[in-house]
């Protein structure tokens, strides 16, 4: 979503992003593929982001890409909090304050715990309304809702190919390999914080028309 100087057109804009698109379910297969799907992205772009992905507020998938800043972790709470508090995107009420209302003070909540800045996008279940968040920190706050709304309209529409399949608890993974230090298919390494037995270093890479996930190496996390 662009930047535009009519906020009342923009903020028109984003309560329709919010009715566009209800899950039939969300589970953590789901929240593993949004997840790597956000990182997929933001590298696409070579801008580091911090992103998390909670079921009433239960973390599904948490992740900070490498240049991140350690105060993206605290951006993403504060946003959380308020999409959970208003049942609301981060950035609806971004675009709130900067015409001059501050509903805050009146709400009870403090800029300590609530931050009105884009990159939270509420996650809602057809007939049980939201249940979750999207967080991304580390853009241009307009930037982080862009991509979370992307990301929610990818995983309704089935459009993420993104295969963790060899990824899931009880699972395992269906690769393992050390890359060569030529090998021209390695793409992003990272950890994340699995079940012991899945966890390790894993890559982000292209196959074919998606992009799958395989563990390097396993090591205790």
């Known amino acids: 979503m662009e930047q535009t100087d009519n906020i009342e057109a923009l903020m028109e804009r984003i309560k329709e992003q919010e009715t566009m698109y209800e899950f039939d379910r969300i589970d953590e297969e789901l929240a593993l593929q949004m997840g790597f799907y956000v990182v997929r992205r933001a590298r696409e772009r070579g801008k580091p982001v911090a992103t998390r992905i909670t079921l009433n507020r239960r973390t599904l998938f948490s992740l900070s ?3 991140t800043k350690p105060e993206s972790d605290n951006w993403l709470r504060r946003k959380e909090n308020l999409a959970y508090a208003t049942n609301q995107s981060s ?16 709400r009870g909540m403090s800029y300590e715990d609530y931050a009105p800045a884009g990159g939270c996008f509420p996650l809602c279940i057809k007939g049980a309304g939201m249940v979750g ?4 920190s580390g853009m241009a706050s307009h930037e982080d809702h862009a ?7 990818k995983a309704v529409r089935g459009e993420l190919d993104i295969d963790v399949s060899g990824l899931m608890w009880g699972e395992q993974p269906t690769e393992f390999a050390t890359p060569a230090e030529d090998d021209s298919s390695a793409g992003l390494f990272f950890r994340t914080a699995l079940p012991v037995s899945l966890g390790g270093l894993f890559e982000l890479f292209p196959a074919g028309k998606n992009t799958a996930v395989r563990m390097i190496y396993l090591a205790a996390v």
């Open 65 to 67: 890409m490498a240049g």
């Open 147 to 153: 991509l979370a709304f992307e990301t929610v309209e």
């Open 91 to 106: 950035y609806f009420w971004e675009c709130w304050c900067e015409q001059g209302l501050h509903p805050f003070e009146w």
């Open 133 to 136: 968040t999207l967080a991304i």
